[in-house]
């Protein structure tokens, strides 16, 4: 736990504008730092959803992990990009407006965008930003819980066992294996489901890895492929990840060393599914689509 709390450290603490009524003051800061990695996702996790729905007629239930303002689910849910959020959110006639009155227009907003049938439930500790996914329609069910230092609300226990993909875009770091400890005896009452996690070059993935061997499942890379995530927000900070990934020996030539921050994506499913398809194969045609680094943040 410590060296994900020294590595953190690295990190501008963003934890200011996280947790506010709306997402309007976090998208702006976003934005400035060209914040991509669930745009980046997007066509990734699409796959994954598309391959768990062959077979089912019932609706794919997605548990986002570190799910703030219910980002991943408007992309997952709706044809929108991260650019469109960028435009809602960062909209000059919200400057003004209550965050009463940004739910109500975001009802509206994502109504109009078409919608993907999936079941979204969202779990993260800033208890205001996961109350405002769910009144917007984002999220079908919030969960405001750190399960780092608390075990996961009973409540929310019959609501998980019904989960076929968990997703992550930027919170294994901040969530260790401490989190995934008490969620697995919940999630794999009934089919266990695929974990799909991008994680930052400088953290470990190996301690939340080991954990979920214990109950038999395989983790895969996708070897090769590093994933914006946004820009440095300081030389500070850019400064302090590099010596944290050179600790770590991670080569940032190429990657961090040009001005960004870096994930890579790691796909955990049970044994016998992992044989069946490799996850390159798996993810193919997602790769060909996939938007390149700052893309649609631009």
């Known amino acids: ?39 980046q996702a997007k066509p990734l996790f699409e796959t994954l959803i598309s391959h768990l729905q062959e077979g089912t007629q019932d609706p794919i239930h997605v548990l986002d992990l570190g799910c703030s303002y219910g980002v991943n689910a408007a992309l997952l849910k709706h044809d929108l990009t991260m650019r469109d959020l960028y435009e809602h959110w960062v909209d000059a006639r919200l400057a003004d407006v209550d965050p009463g009155e940004v739910v109500e227009r975001d009802r509206r ?134 010596r944290g990934l050179h600790e770590r020996g991670i080569d940032p030539i190429g990657r961090e060393e040009d001005g960004r921050l870096y994930a890579e994506f790691f796909l955990s499913r049970p044994a016998a599914e992992a044989e069946r398809m490799p996850l390159a194969e798996l993810l193919a045609t997602a790769e060909s689509t996939t938007a390149q680094p700052g893309k649609e943040a631009a």
Request: glycine letters at 6%; proline letters at 6%.
């Open 109 to 242: 907003f994502f109504s109009d965008a078409g919608e993907r049938e999936i079941e979204v439930t969202g779990l993260d500790q800033a208890a205001n930003a996961v109350a405002f996914a769910e009144e917007a329609g984002l999220l079908d069910t919030g969960i405001a819980a750190n399960l780092e230092v608390e075990p996961l609300p009973e409540a929310a226990s019959e609501e998980l066992a019904s989960v076929d993909l968990i997703t992550s875009t930027g919170c294994v770091g901040y969530v260790t294996e401490r989190s995934f400890e008490r969620l697995l005896p919940v999630v794999t009452r009934g089919r266990a489901p695929w974990m799909a996690n991008f994680v930052l070059r400088l953290f470990p993935f190996g301690p939340i890895e080991k954990t979920l061997a214990k109950w038999g499942y395989v983790t895969e890379k996708l070897e090769g492929r590093a994933y914006a995530q946004r820009r440095f927000a300081n030389p500070e900070e850019r400064e302090g990840v590099l």
């Open 1 to 39: 736990m410590d060296t994900f709390k020294e590595l953190n450290e690295s990190k501008v603490n963003l934890d200011h504008i996280y947790n506010r009524p709306d997402p309007r003051v976090y998208f702006r800061e976003l934005r400035k730092l060209d914040y991509a990695i669930p745009g």
